[in-house]
């Protein structure tokens, strides 16, 4: 087991790491960590802005995230970002994206429609709530207002948006992308996909953003990917996200037709959705205690109380108390059965599973995906921060409302304490531009984590050495020895097993680190997903007991005033670990996973500054981490 590496007095020359050395096909480039979010709602998103975001516009959301002070659209004060984002993708729902704050603003292009007219007359005249009811409906239906979908009214609003990013776009200091959120949701399940592209307005005015209206089925929307990209030269990135409420449907084993996956299924996903949205507001998707009844972390931000609860009754995506769809009986179902059924098509580790099972079958992977987080968060507000968490809607920003379940039920059916404030995308890129990001995309150098911009380096390969762990270069060792994170291990050299060298760095502004684990997946005889987890690095001279077992880290948080302590853990971890149950005849994926130490969750920081006890509902600490994307073995 590894000992304390570094001290915290030499972090910042360790930080120096992020900036490598990347070896491939005999190419050298320099690569660093970019921070940012790739899923970021503002009032242009219709459940944005009903639920009170009417002033947070793309052109606000950019400002927040280079670090300029704005003013929130609920209570009005004037907020700042803690740290400010390298990137961002403002992805409203395309579905009547931008058009609600254009009908109250009266554009003309909206107004010239008969719907445009006639609603915002009911709006006038206090029937607010009924306008986007209907709306709503035809969202659920699939059935679009045809006045409010044409082409002119869609064009308008893109062209604005384009425009924005273009502003604000920043060539080696700030990088917007063009995106969008397509927001299927067929019978409740959520299927949803970010979705946004390499290039600039150049290329993104030559299409119209696909919507659920164009189709409900992922496959239709990798079609119209595929075409575009041929049609116009123009490259694109589909996120998957909230997968654990997904009804088990995210990652399944049938097509939208009902039919096994294909290999041509399996290629056409793996083409655009390199990676999936792992952890976020509405809960964590690696894993869940259902699934993975060992694994002691596996509780993290879990989010039972979704689409599908209990037995399996359906509750409206956009059952809240500020429509009034939620019926009596469906709160009382909700209460009696707050835990949900978790499925293996919900989670990103099973999915991976999985994904090896279906390739041993069909000759190709649809579930090799690397893993990001972002926040979708509809405020405008990119906050992945526990003490500047600006809530998911801007209805639920404030502590009061927060707390409060009579005030405000944000969809689907719970309240501000519910969510979570991740996450972040980390990505390992050649500078902060649109090309080299978006490519590190598309080769899955990238992590996520729940906040904290803890630094992660994972890299498999045959020869790594121990001392490669406390090597100044060890980056430049990674990439020469092996491959990062994303990276494929093949031909085990006379069944040797693989050997990781991996590294973890603390936020320089936040908690030290509790450990480094390995999670190893892989599949069995006939189809049966196995897992298990390795303690590889542990903090403050800690081993692992002959039971398995570690010793916890500890907590230094003060439940009377959130304050806490770096007294305890590491500033920096690092290994060289090898597979000791390695079977060269099995295909197997890696990832890492880092736990920070205890930390106030926001709802402590909260109940603090509102001298109120803390929900005995809700964990007062959380151990933030990092989930970096997987490296495969296939004999």
Same mark, same amino acid.
């Given at each position: 087991?590894?000992?304390?590496?570094?001290?915290?007095? $030499?972090?910042?020359?360790?930080?120096?790491?992020?900036?490598?050395?990347?070896?491939?096909?005999?190419?050298?480039?320099?690569?660093?960590?970019?921070?940012?979010?790739?899923?970021?709602?503002?009032?242009?998103?219709?459940?944005?802005?009903?639920?009170?975001?009417?002033?947070?516009?793309?052109?606000?959301?950019?400002?927040?995230?280079?670090?300029?002070?704005?003013?929130?659209?609920?209570?009005?004060?004037?907020?700042?970002?803690?740290?400010?984002?390298?990137?961002?993708?403002?992805?409203?729902?395309?579905?009547?994206?931008?058009?609600?704050?254009?009908?109250?603003?009266?554009?003309?292009?909206?107004?010239?429609?008969?719907?445009?007219?006639?609603?915002?007359?009911?709006?006038?005249?206090?029937?607010?709530?009924?306008?986007?009811?209907?709306?709503?409906?035809?969202?659920?239906?699939?059935?679009?207002?045809?006045?409010?979908?044409?082409?002119?009214?869609?064009?308008?609003?893109?062209?604005?948006?384009?425009?924005?990013?273009?502003?604000?776009?920043?060539?080696?200091?700030? $990088?917007?992308?063009?995106?969008?959120?397509?927001?299927?949701?067929?019978?409740?399940?959520?299927?949803?996909?970010?979705?946004?592209?390499?290039?600039?307005?150049?290329?993104?005015?030559?299409?119209?953003?696909?919507?659920?209206?164009?189709?409900?089925?992922?496959?239709?929307?990798?079609?119209?990917?595929?075409?575009?990209?041929?049609?116009?030269?123009?490259?694109?990135?589909?996120?998957?996200?909230?997968?654990?409420?997904?009804?088990?449907?995210?990652?399944?084993?049938?097509?939208?037709?009902?039919?096994?996956?294909?290999?041509?299924?399996?290629?056409?996903?793996?083409?655009?959705?390199?990676?999936?949205?792992?952890?976020?507001?509405?809960?964590?998707?690696?894993?869940?205690?259902?699934?993975?009844?060992?694994?002691?972390?596996?509780?993290?931000? $879990?989010?039972?109380?979704?689409?599908?609860?209990?037995?399996?009754?359906?509750?409206? %995506?956009?059952?809240?108390?500020?429509?009034?769809?939620?019926?009596?009986?469906?709160?009382?179902?909700?209460?009696?059965?707050?835990?949900?059924?978790?499925?293996?098509?919900?989670?990103?580790?099973?999915?991976?599973?999985?994904?090896?099972?279906?390739?041993?079958?069909?000759?190709?992977?649809?579930?090799?995906?690397?893993?990001?987080?972002?926040?979708?968060?509809?405020?405008?507000?990119?906050?992945?921060?526990?003490?500047?968490?600006?809530?998911?809607?801007?209805?639920?920003?404030?502590?009061?409302?927060?707390?409060?379940?009579?005030?405000?039920?944000?969809?689907?059916?719970?309240?501000?304490?519910?969510?979570?404030?991740?996450?972040?995308?980390?990505?390992?890129?050649?500078?902060?531009?649109?090309?080299?990001?978006?490519?590190?995309?598309?080769?899955?150098?990238?992590?996520?984590?729940?906040?904290?911009?803890?630094?992660?380096?994972?890299?498999?390969?045959?020869?790594?050495?121990?001392?490669?762990?406390?090597?100044?270069?060890?980056?430049?060792?990674?990439?020469?020895?092996?491959?990062?994170?994303?990276?494929?291990?093949?031909?085990?050299?006379?069944?040797?097993?693989?050997?990781?060298?991996?590294?973890?760095?603390?936020?320089?502004?936040?908690?030290?680190?509790?450990?480094?684990?390995?999670?190893?997946?892989?599949?069995?005889?006939?189809?049966?997903?196995?897992?298990?987890?390795?303690?590889?690095?542990?903090?403050?001279?800690?081993?692992?007991?002959?039971?398995?077992?570690?010793?916890?880290?500890?907590?230094?948080?003060?439940?009377?005033?959130?304050?806490?302590?770096?007294?305890?853990?590491?500033?920096?971890?690092?290994?060289?670990?090898?597979?000791?149950?390695?079977?060269?005849?099995?295909?197997?994926?890696?990832?890492?996973?880092?736990?920070?130490?205890?930390?106030?969750?926001?709802?402590?920081?909260?109940?603090?500054?509102?001298?109120?006890?803390?929900?005995?509902?809700?964990? %007062?600490?959380?151990?933030?981490?990092?989930?970096?994307?997987?490296?495969?073995?296939?004999?």
């Amino acid at each position: 087991m590894m000992k304390k590496l570094l001290s915290l007095a $030499t972090l910042l020359a360790v930080s120096a790491f992020a900036m490598s050395i990347t070896v491939q096909a005999g190419q050298v480039r320099n690569t660093q960590v970019y921070w940012g979010d790739t899923h970021l709602h503002t009032s242009y998103s219709p459940d944005a802005y009903l639920l009170q975001n009417r002033t947070a516009d793309p052109d606000t959301a950019y400002r927040y995230a280079k670090g300029e002070p704005v003013v929130h659209p609920f209570h009005r004060a004037k907020i700042k970002i803690g740290t400010p984002l390298d990137f961002l993708v403002v992805a409203d729902h395309a579905e009547y994206m931008g058009v609600i704050p254009k009908m109250f603003e009266e554009d003309p292009v909206i107004l010239n429609t008969e719907s445009g007219k006639r609603y915002l007359k009911m709006a006038q005249e206090g029937k607010e709530l009924q306008v986007f009811a209907e709306l709503i409906e035809g969202v659920t239906k699939g059935e679009p207002n045809v006045d409010f979908n044409s082409e002119e009214v869609r064009r308008t609003v893109w062209d604005e948006i384009m425009e924005a990013a273009e502003r604000h776009n920043e060539p080696g200091k700030f $990088t917007t992308f063009l995106g969008w959120e397509w927001s299927s949701t067929p019978n409740g399940a959520n299927l949803h996909r970010v979705v946004f592209l390499r290039e600039g307005k150049e290329k993104g005015e030559q299409f119209l953003p696909f919507s659920l209206f164009d189709s409900t089925r992922p496959e239709d929307l990798w079609t119209w990917m595929d075409t575009t990209s041929k049609n116009i030269g123009v490259n694109f990135v589909a996120i998957p996200h909230n997968q654990n409420i997904s009804k088990g449907l995210m990652f399944p084993i049938q097509d939208s037709d009902g039919k096994p996956i294909s290999k041509a299924y399996a290629e056409s996903r793996m083409r655009w959705e390199t990676v999936v949205e792992t952890t976020q507001i509405k809960g964590d998707s690696e894993t869940h205690p259902m699934l993975s009844p060992n694994d002691e972390f596996a509780d993290y931000e $879990t989010y039972d109380h979704v689409l599908e609860v209990g037995e399996g009754k359906e509750v409206s %995506a956009f059952g809240c108390a500020v429509l009034k769809e939620l019926s009596p009986e469906d709160r009382e179902y909700i209460e009696k059965h707050k835990e949900r059924v978790a499925k293996v098509g919900d989670y990103s580790r099973t999915a991976l599973m999985r994904g090896l099972a279906i390739e041993a079958r069909i000759g190709a992977n649809p579930y090799k995906f690397g893993l990001i987080g972002s926040t979708d968060s509809h405020t405008g507000m990119a906050s992945a921060e526990e003490d500047n968490f600006w809530g998911k809607m801007a209805i639920d920003s404030t502590p009061e409302n927060t707390f409060d379940p009579e005030k405000v039920i944000v969809p689907p059916n719970s309240i501000g304490l519910d969510m979570g404030a991740a996450g972040l995308a980390a990505v390992w890129a050649e500078e902060n531009t649109r090309e080299a990001i978006f490519d590190a995309f598309r080769r899955k150098e990238v992590y996520a984590t729940t906040g904290p911009r803890l630094q992660a380096r994972f890299f498999g390969g045959w020869d790594f050495d121990k001392t490669d762990a406390y090597m100044s270069n060890l980056a430049e060792i990674g990439y020469t020895k092996g491959v990062p994170m994303g990276g494929d291990l093949s031909q085990a050299k006379n069944g040797a097993a693989p050997t990781f060298l991996i590294q973890a760095i603390k936020d320089p502004n936040h908690a030290n680190l509790d450990r480094i684990q390995v999670i190893k997946g892989w599949v069995e005889g006939k189809g049966i997903p196995k897992e298990k987890i390795y303690n590889v690095a542990l903090s403050d001279g800690r081993s692992v007991s002959k039971d398995g077992k570690v010793k916890p880290v500890g907590n230094t948080v003060d439940l009377k005033t959130a304050a806490w302590t770096d007294t305890i853990g590491d500033a920096v971890l690092a290994t060289v670990w090898k597979d000791p149950d390695f079977d060269p005849k099995v295909s197997a994926f890696y990832y890492v996973r880092v736990l920070q130490i205890p930390t106030p969750r926001h709802s402590l920081y909260d109940a603090v500054a509102m001298g109120k006890p803390h929900p005995t509902d809700y964990p %007062a600490t959380i151990q933030e981490r990092a989930y970096t994307s997987p490296i495969w073995y296939t004999p």
